[in-house]
């Protein structure tokens, strides 16, 4: 895990960028072995997110998420661990704010905030499960999480179908008008765009990460437990406490994506068939986000970008949209095998030495 | 109720849904033996679900019931293939292999189903197979009450399984293939300084784990879902992981965990067919194998039978 | 002796790393049948040279020929074909596999398809006659003593038809008893006609053993000497590049009061069985206590215990009279204790932490440094740029990561922050290993300097000459008790070794029952 962070602290802003073109690449030769215009699916990718103010909006409403989950899992690979299980957490964060935002009648200020809470406190709870695992019992948290994905979809939906679906139907009550957090002003302006306050949220998550792991004690003893354990535990720090506490907090940055979803965009919980995938997309974005919290704002753009304008690739080019799923995958395979995007990068960098004489 | 009988299908159910996580986790132990971490089992089975259900597709109006063993067979190749970049970014790169088996599990599982809509008109998933793999029952044997149906009445598949977990232990334990595949994962310098290609060794043993996985996922297809789907596979590949660990990097430890796993999905079927369902909501029992999986993997104390090198690159230039 | 073959010879090989020439033109010659000693510091370029010659890494530049033909070595293999084989410092051994699974890997006698183990096992065994190198054949190689795996390791190249043997610093995890026997082994083997290649730092192994030497400084070859016309002090010179003295100066230790009392500690190892029996001793203000032992005999234990790093199942420790048994590592530091760890890169440092940060790795959490939750990094570089010029830590800037820094560099900035704390009772756990002379004097100054200001240190480690040179006091450590303790000036090399393997009980040992 230190590897990927060192490559990002220490190299250029080349490795991400070749990476990410070279998955744009990946991405082509797939679209031309199943005979499409890979030049026309990208342009209506681009065209489908920057060609209406509605799409537009929409295009920040598919951002926020994964700027939860990218923190998610950065905010835990910092402390190094693997925190594949963002996916889940952002259910359980989904759960809880149904729960609060359709069980209580509250002030709205009062009750939306409560609902974001809830949805930190349930994602971090539920991170912080494969964290003790990983700490008391020394289990794998990458195997713990993924099973705890599955675990959270199925309890999700039986919570639904249990308590908030009204018989016959695939979805819960609408929540209370006063849990929500959607802009009705903003929205207006993007052609009813869904736009809520979780993304000024998610903003502020970022800067807390920074302030977090760098300037605070806490994030001093964090960041020590993720690069070196042994010596942190002879510095006298608790590394298990840090395990847990380290994915409690990334859990909390996932649930509160995952509450905003509901409280912001939907207003309601349906029954998932899937995994949503916000959590799965988080580690492409924390990785090509360098684990830092600009990286992450800034790839969450960049795949908020791919993954909504994937419709405009199915309508205008008849691109299957999982043809994303595709580029985001080879993305991660080239960042975590930096050595093949080195290659590419090295005659980029000699060049510029060259050329600076 | 005839208790005998419910054992006995509840037996016949176990093995069926234990042969994919025995290919599985019999794939993942020559990648983890050899040093190499291996957690993209689950993208492996998923390619081989899909090659297998495509492949069998396409020849089962020209083949009819040999079409699932082409299916088969080319879905262990396309396993291997499919490996190759895992060990590429492993072994030649030193790449992190969590991440890189993690993002092979995202590209196998995006590309099954964008081929699988471009083959099949935009479905998500491939039109239900009529040649697939049909259950053998063993002459006289499969005759003795209860046991026989239990045991001896199986898929081919199942049966190739077992045998292969007998040939892995032979290959593992007994073969000097065996024994420099165990040094590599164990101490690669040491297995360097005798002439033994480190690289080489773990490129293979990828390339196995790819083949068996895949032949795994390919169980999947061809007998029980009879389909290929984005769920058809559904985290099977990381409980194969788990009980290649609760099996100790052993071939009948392996094995045995893959039958208790099996026990847990044969047990969700048969609630379903007694119409327990009334009284256990069906999210419970769909959530059992994974709560079971994390239940065992937080039971097991210690870890010291990983090989030693596992997850270690390595490094024959360094100081 | 013109007319004795020359079965090795290197001629101008250069190798270069990034940002480091290990080998600058290096011209090594060893004659048929000859003990040849490669002699220079930690880091001078020695395993280098010896790893291009058994072909685990390729020359940027210069030849090679073996018995007077010029050969290019690839790989391990080559060199195994030539007859070349590398008793390694750090065994080669897998710790699950057996001896004769070891020895003949990669080389396994077949039966059909699968490994004939008898035949190879009888084959192990006649080697093992043969040279008088005593194994278990079946035994596994985690469960034999340190010089047993040290002979599978010799066996391992006979195996493979080796004639031209290289020992990699050989003695270094051996006692005095088993380093005889070494010698005897390699004199059996000149006999039976090998020549071998011994990479030391050790001037008395090489007068003891070898008749040629070749040294080697920072990359290059000084000169190659025979040893009856030589004498350590010349090549200590040589070999550091100035005239040394391995002697320590000191006044005559004064001490005072106890200030750690260990009190019939036991404690588990980490294979489950008892690391420490009922050990006890103590170390007073003003003085140096040393650990004397064979590495595996409980040190590395009985650290993690006086620092809280494992539990005590059974006795007592006090430090200053307040017992701190079992407290957490936290607690222990607080309560005036300081601790070089022996591994550096594995506890001393957060190698991808800056200098500055690493600075406060056991004070971060103090007033100084935290305000309310938030670090005050101000107040943090400004006491790591204070160490870093008080101990003469070289190092581009407070901001650059550990890991850029060398060796010594690390453990002076270890040092420097241990000493700062301003602790009673100082711990310095193998404080010189891998270092050059320079920095080990250095460091030794630096304990030195502690116990004369009053503080207590104990010290551990296994070259026997440092525990001599540095200690006032030393205690013999074996099987996890205190066998003895001596007086440092009146004690000789041979009475510790003797303790050290066991054969001998001190009435200073602290097992009184």
């Given at each position: 895990?230190?590897?990927v962070?060192?490559v990002?602290?220490?190299?250029?802003f080349?490795?991400?960028?070749?990476?990410?073109?070279?998955?744009?690449?990946?991405g082509a030769?797939?679209?031309?072995a199943?005979?499409?215009?890979?030049?026309q699916?990208?342009?209506?990718?681009?065209?489908?997110?920057?060609?209406?103010?509605?799409?537009?909006?929409?295009?920040i409403?598919?951002?926020?998420?994964?700027?939860?989950t990218?923190?998610?899992?950065?905010f835990?690979?910092?402390?190094?661990?693997?925190?594949?299980?963002?996916?889940g957490?952002?259910?359980?964060?989904?759960i809880?704010?149904?729960?609060?935002?359709?069980?209580?009648?509250?002030?709205?200020y009062i009750?939306?905030?409560?609902?974001?809470?809830?949805?930190?406190?349930?994602?971090?709870?539920?991170?912080?499960?494969?964290?003790?695992?990983?700490?008391?019992?020394g289990?794998?948290?990458?195997?713990?999480?993924?099973?705890?994905?599955?675990?959270?979809?199925?309890?999700?939906?039986?919570v639904?179908?249990?308590?908030?679906?009204?018989?016959?139907?695939?979805?819960?009550?609408?929540?209370?008008?006063?849990?929500?957090?959607?802009?009705?002003?903003?929205?207006?302006?993007?052609?009813?765009?869904?736009?809520?306050?979780?993304?000024?949220?998610?903003?502020?998550?970022?800067?807390?990460?920074?302030?977090?792991?760098?300037?605070?004690?806490?994030?001093?003893?964090?960041?020590?437990?993720?690069?070196?354990?042994?010596?942190?535990?002879?510095?006298?720090?608790?590394?298990?406490?840090?395990?847990?506490?380290?994915?409690?907090?990334?859990g909390?940055?996932?649930?509160?994506?995952?509450?905003?979803?509901?409280?912001g965009?939907?207003?309601?919980?349906?029954?998932?068939?899937?995994?949503?995938?916000?959590?799965?997309?988080g580690?492409?974005?924390?990785?090509?986000?360098g684990?830092?919290?600009?990286?992450?704002?800034?790839?969450?753009?960049?795949?908020?970008?791919?993954?909504?304008?994937?419709?405009?690739?199915?309508?205008?080019?008849g691109?299957?949209?999982?043809?994303?799923?595709?580029?985001?995958?080879?993305v991660?395979?080239?960042?975590?095998a930096?050595?093949?995007?080195?290659?590419?990068?090295?005659p980029?960098?000699?060049?510029?030495k060259?050329?600076?004489? | 109720?005839?208790?005998?009988?419910?054992i006995?299908?509840l037996?016949?159910?176990?093995?069926?849904?234990?042969?994919?996580l025995?290919?599985?986790s019999?794939?993942?132990?020559?990648?983890e033996?050899?040093?190499?971490?291996?957690?993209?089992?689950?993208?492996?089975m998923i390619?081989?679900?899909?090659?297998?259900?495509?492949?069998t597709?396409?020849?089962?109006?020209?083949?009819?019931?040999?079409?699932?063993w082409?299916?088969?067979?080319?879905?262990?190749?396309?396993?291997?293939?499919?490996?190759?970049p895992?060990?590429v970014?492993?072994?030649?790169?030193?790449?992190?292999?969590?991440?890189s088996?993690?993002?092979?599990?995202?590209?196998?599982?995006?590309?099954?189903v964008?081929?699988?809509?471009?083959?099949?008109?935009?479905?998500?998933?491939t039109?239900?197979?009529?040649?697939?793999?049909?259950?053998?029952?063993?002459?006289?044997?499969h005759?003795?009450?209860?046991?026989?149906?239990?045991?001896?009445?199986?898929?081919?598949t199942?049966?190739?399984?077992?045998?292969a977990?007998?040939?892995?232990?032979?290959?593992?334990?007994?073969?000097?293939?065996?024994?420099?595949?165990?040094?590599?994962?164990?101490?690669?310098?040491?297995?360097?300084?005798?002439?033994?290609?480190?690289?080489?060794?773990?490129y293979?043993?990828?390339?196995?784990?790819?083949?068996?996985?895949?032949?795994?996922?390919?169980?999947?297809?061809l007998?029980?879902?009879?389909?290929?789907s984005?769920?058809?596979v559904?985290?099977?590949?990381?409980?194969?992981?788990a009980?290649?660990?609760?099996?100790?990097?052993?071939?009948?430890?392996a094995?045995?965990?893959a039958?208790?796993?099996?026990?847990?999905?044969?047990?969700?079927?048969?609630?379903?067919?007694?119409?327990?369902?009334?009284?256990?909501?069906t999210?419970f029992?769909?959530?059992?194998?994974?709560v079971?999986?994390?239940?065992?993997?937080?039971g097991?104390?210690?870890r010291?039978?990983?090989?030693?090198?596992?997850?270690?690159?390595?490094?024959?230039?360094?100081? | 002796?013109?007319s004795?073959?020359?079965?090795?010879?290197?001629?101008?090989?250069?190798?270069?790393?990034?940002?480091?020439?290990a080998?600058?033109?290096?011209?090594?010659?060893?004659?048929?049948?000859?003990?040849?000693?490669?002699?220079?510091?930690?880091?001078?370029?020695?395993?280098?040279?010896?790893?291009?010659?058994?072909g685990?890494?390729?020359?940027?530049?210069?030849?090679?020929?073996i018995?007077?033909?010029?050969?290019?070595?690839?790989?391990?293999?080559?060199?195994?074909?030539?007859?070349?084989?590398?008793?390694?410092?750090?065994?080669?051994?897998?710790?699950?596999?057996t001896?004769?699974?070891?020895?003949?890997?990669?080389?396994?006698?077949?039966?059909?398809?699968?490994?004939?183990?008898q035949s190879a096992?009888?084959?192990?065994?006649?080697?093992?006659?043969?040279?008088?190198?005593?194994?278990?054949?079946?035994?596994?190689?985690?469960?034999?003593?340190?010089?047993?795996?040290q002979?599978?390791?010799?066996?391992?190249?006979?195996?493979?038809?080796?004639d031209?043997?290289?020992?990699?610093?050989?003695?270094?995890?051996?006692?005095?008893?088993?380093?005889?026997?070494?010698?005897?082994?390699?004199?059996?083997?000149?006999?039976?006609?090998k020549?071998?290649?011994?990479?030391?730092h050790?001037?008395?192994?090489?007068?003891a053993?070898?008749?040629?030497?070749?040294?080697?400084r920072?990359?290059?070859?000084?000169?190659?000497?025979?040893?009856?016309?030589?004498?350590?002090?010349?090549?200590?010179?040589?070999?550091v590049g100035?005239e040394?003295s391995?002697?320590?100066?000191?006044?005559?230790?004064?001490?005072?009061?106890?200030?750690?009392?260990?009190?019939?500690?036991?404690?588990?190892?980490?294979?489950?069985v008892?690391?420490?029996n009922?050990l006890?001793?103590e170390?007073r203000?003003?003085?140096?206590?040393g650990?004397?032992?064979?590495?595996?005999?409980?040190?590395s234990?009985?650290?993690?215990?006086?620092?809280?790093?494992?539990?005590?199942?059974?006795?007592?420790?006090?430090?200053n009279?307040?017992?701190?048994?079992?407290?957490?590592?936290?607690?222990?530091?607080?309560?005036?204790?300081?601790h070089?760890?022996?591994?550096r890169?594995?506890?001393?440092?957060?190698?991808?932490?800056?200098?500055?940060?690493?600075?406060?790795?056991?004070?971060?959490?103090?007033?100084?440094?935290?305000?309310?939750?938030?670090?005050?990094?101000?107040?943090?570089d400004?006491?790591?740029?204070?160490l870093i010029?008080?101990?003469?830590?070289?190092?581009?800037?407070?901001?650059?990561p550990?890991?850029?820094l060398?060796?010594?560099?690390?453990?002076?900035?270890?040092?420097?922050?241990e000493?700062?704390?301003?602790?009673?009772?100082?711990?310095?756990?193998?404080?010189?290993?891998?270092?050059?002379?320079?920095?080990?004097?250095?460091?030794?100054?630096?304990?030195?300097?502690?116990?004369?200001?009053?503080?207590?240190v104990?010290?551990?480690?296994?070259?026997?000459?440092?525990?001599?040179?540095?200690?006032?006091?030393?205690?013999?450590?074996?099987?996890?008790?205190?066998?003895?303790?001596?007086?440092?000036?009146a004690?000789?090399?041979?009475?510790?070794?003797?303790?050290?393997?066991?054969?001998?009980?001190?009435?200073?040992?602290?097992?009184?029952?």
């Amino acid at each position: 895990m230190n590897k990927v962070i060192a490559v990002f602290t220490k190299e250029s802003f080349l490795v991400p960028v070749v990476a990410i073109i070279l998955g744009l690449l990946t991405g082509a030769i797939a679209m031309l072995a199943g005979g499409f215009n890979p030049i026309q699916a990208y342009m209506a990718l681009i065209e489908k997110v920057f060609g209406s103010a509605y799409n537009f909006g929409e295009t920040i409403r598919q951002i926020t998420p994964l700027i939860f989950t990218g923190l998610a899992v950065a905010f835990a690979f910092r402390t190094g661990l693997f925190n594949i299980g963002a996916e889940g957490q952002f259910i359980v964060g989904m759960i809880a704010a149904t729960t609060v935002g359709v069980s209580f009648d509250l002030p709205a200020y009062i009750h939306a905030p409560l609902a974001v809470i809830a949805g930190a406190v349930a994602g971090g709870l539920w991170g912080s499960i494969a964290g003790y695992l990983k700490a008391a019992r020394g289990v794998n948290e990458v195997i713990t999480s993924i099973m705890l994905n599955w675990v959270a979809l199925y309890l999700a939906n039986w919570v639904m179908n249990a308590f908030f679906i009204p018989t016959g139907q695939q979805r819960s009550e609408m929540i209370k008008e006063s849990s929500m957090i959607t802009i009705t002003w903003l929205s207006q302006m993007f052609d009813s765009a869904r736009l809520h306050w979780g993304t000024l949220i998610a903003v502020l998550a970022a800067i807390f990460f920074y302030v977090i792991l760098w300037k605070t004690k806490s994030g001093y003893e964090l960041r020590a437990v993720g690069l070196n354990p042994h010596a942190s535990e002879y510095a006298g720090m608790n590394v298990n406490r840090n395990v847990v506490k380290a994915m409690f907090i990334g859990g909390m940055f996932a649930g509160i994506g995952g509450a905003c979803e509901i409280l912001g965009v939907f207003h309601y919980q349906a029954i998932m068939t899937a995994q949503p995938g916000y959590g799965f997309d988080g580690i492409a974005v924390a990785l090509i986000g360098g684990n830092t919290p600009l990286g992450v704002v800034l790839a969450a753009i960049l795949f908020g970008i791919l993954t909504f304008g994937a419709a405009g690739m199915k309508f205008g080019a008849g691109v299957p949209v999982e043809l994303i799923r595709v580029v985001i995958a080879s993305v991660i395979f080239f960042v975590a095998a930096h050595g093949i995007v080195k290659i590419f990068v090295k005659p980029i960098l000699q060049k510029k030495k060259e050329g600076g004489h | 109720m005839d208790w005998g009988l419910i054992i006995s299908n509840l037996v016949h159910d176990t093995i069926v849904f234990s042969t994919a996580l025995i290919f599985a986790s019999l794939g993942g132990l020559y990648s983890e033996r050899s040093g190499v971490v291996n957690i993209a089992l689950e993208g492996m089975m998923i390619i081989g679900a899909f090659t297998g259900a495509v492949l069998t597709y396409a020849f089962q109006d020209s083949l009819g019931p040999l079409a699932p063993w082409i299916g088969f067979i080319l879905a262990g190749v396309a396993g291997a293939i499919f490996a190759l970049p895992h060990a590429v970014a492993s072994v030649t790169f030193k790449a992190d292999q969590t991440v890189s088996g993690v993002a092979l599990n995202f590209l196998a599982a995006g590309l099954s189903v964008y081929l699988t809509k471009i083959i099949f008109n935009g479905a998500g998933q491939t039109t239900t197979l009529s040649s697939v793999f049909t259950k053998w029952s063993i002459p006289v044997l499969h005759d003795i009450p209860y046991l026989g149906h239990a045991i001896f009445e199986a898929y081919p598949t199942s049966f190739l399984a077992f045998i292969a977990v007998f040939f892995t232990w032979y290959l593992i334990f007994k073969t000097p293939f065996g024994l420099r595949l165990r040094a590599v994962g164990e101490h690669p310098r040491a297995a360097d300084t005798v002439g033994i290609n480190v690289k080489k060794m773990r490129y293979t043993a990828v390339m196995i784990s790819g083949a068996l996985a895949a032949l795994g996922g390919a169980t999947i297809s061809l007998t029980t879902t009879s389909n290929f789907s984005h769920n058809t596979v559904s985290g099977q590949g990381f409980i194969a992981i788990a009980a290649l660990i609760f099996g100790k990097w052993h071939p009948a430890g392996a094995m045995g965990a893959a039958l208790f796993f099996g026990v847990a999905q044969a047990i969700k079927s048969l609630v379903q067919i007694f119409g327990l369902t009334k009284y256990i909501p069906t999210e419970f029992i769909f959530m059992l194998p994974y709560v079971l999986t994390i239940l065992v993997m937080a039971g097991l104390v210690g870890r010291s039978s990983a090989p030693a090198a596992l997850g270690k690159p390595y490094d024959t230039g360094s100081r | 002796m013109s007319s004795v073959k020359k079965v090795v010879e290197m001629r101008g090989i250069t190798k270069r790393f990034p940002g480091i020439v290990a080998n600058d033109n290096i011209t090594l010659s060893v004659k048929q049948g000859e003990i040849h000693a490669l002699l220079g510091e930690n880091g001078a370029g020695k395993s280098t040279l010896m790893n291009i010659l058994f072909g685990l890494y390729q020359p940027d530049e210069g030849e090679i020929l073996i018995n007077e033909k010029a050969v290019k070595i690839t790989s391990p293999n080559v060199a195994n074909e030539l007859g070349i084989g590398m008793v390694h410092q750090h065994f080669m051994l897998v710790e699950t596999f057996t001896v004769t699974e070891n020895i003949v890997l990669g080389n396994e006698p077949k039966n059909g398809l699968q490994i004939d183990i008898q035949s190879a096992e009888k084959a192990v065994e006649k080697l093992s006659n043969q040279y008088g190198l005593k194994v278990d054949p079946r035994a596994k190689i985690q469960d034999i003593s340190v010089g047993m795996q040290q002979r599978v390791e010799i066996l391992k190249t006979l195996y493979r038809g080796a004639d031209i043997l290289i020992f990699d610093e050989p003695t270094a995890v051996l006692t005095p008893q088993e380093i005889h026997e070494l010698i005897e082994i390699m004199h059996n083997l000149v006999k039976e006609g090998k020549t071998i290649i011994l990479i030391t730092h050790k001037l008395k192994e090489i007068m003891a053993v070898c008749n040629a030497c070749t040294i080697i400084r920072r990359g290059k070859v000084i000169d190659s000497v025979l040893i009856k016309d030589t004498n350590p002090d010349e090549l200590a010179a040589k070999m550091v590049g100035r005239e040394v003295s391995f002697h320590v100066d000191k006044i005559a230790a004064k001490p005072k009061e106890t200030i750690l009392a260990v009190e019939n500690v036991t404690a588990m190892g980490n294979r489950g069985v008892n690391a420490l029996n009922n050990l006890s001793l103590e170390v007073r203000a003003g003085e140096i206590l040393g650990i004397a032992g064979v590495d595996g005999n409980g040190q590395s234990e009985l650290i993690e215990v006086l620092t809280g790093l494992r539990k005590a199942t059974s006795g007592r420790v006090l430090l200053n009279g307040k017992e701190i048994t079992n407290e957490s590592p936290r607690s222990i530091s607080e309560s005036g204790l300081s601790h070089i760890p022996e591994d550096r890169h594995k506890r001393g440092l957060v190698l991808d932490f800056t200098m500055s940060e690493n600075m406060v790795l056991e004070t971060y959490f103090h007033p100084t440094f935290n305000k309310n939750g938030f670090l005050d990094y101000g107040a943090i570089d400004k006491h790591a740029a204070k160490l870093i010029e008080e101990f003469d830590v070289r190092t581009p800037s407070i901001y650059t990561p550990a890991r850029a820094l060398s060796g010594g560099n690390q453990q002076k900035a270890i040092i420097a922050r241990e000493v700062d704390k301003n602790p009673d009772l100082l711990i310095a756990a193998q404080p010189t290993r891998g270092l050059d002379v320079g920095a080990i004097e250095f460091i030794h100054r630096r304990l030195i300097e502690q116990r004369d200001n009053g503080k207590a240190v104990l010290l551990l480690s296994l070259e026997l000459d440092e525990i001599i040179n540095v200690s006032d006091r030393i205690a013999v450590i074996y099987e996890g008790s205190i066998v003895g303790i001596v007086d440092a000036k009146a004690t000789s090399e041979q009475e510790l070794g003797l303790m050290m393997s066991g054969g001998k009980r001190m009435p200073g040992g602290g097992n009184d029952e």
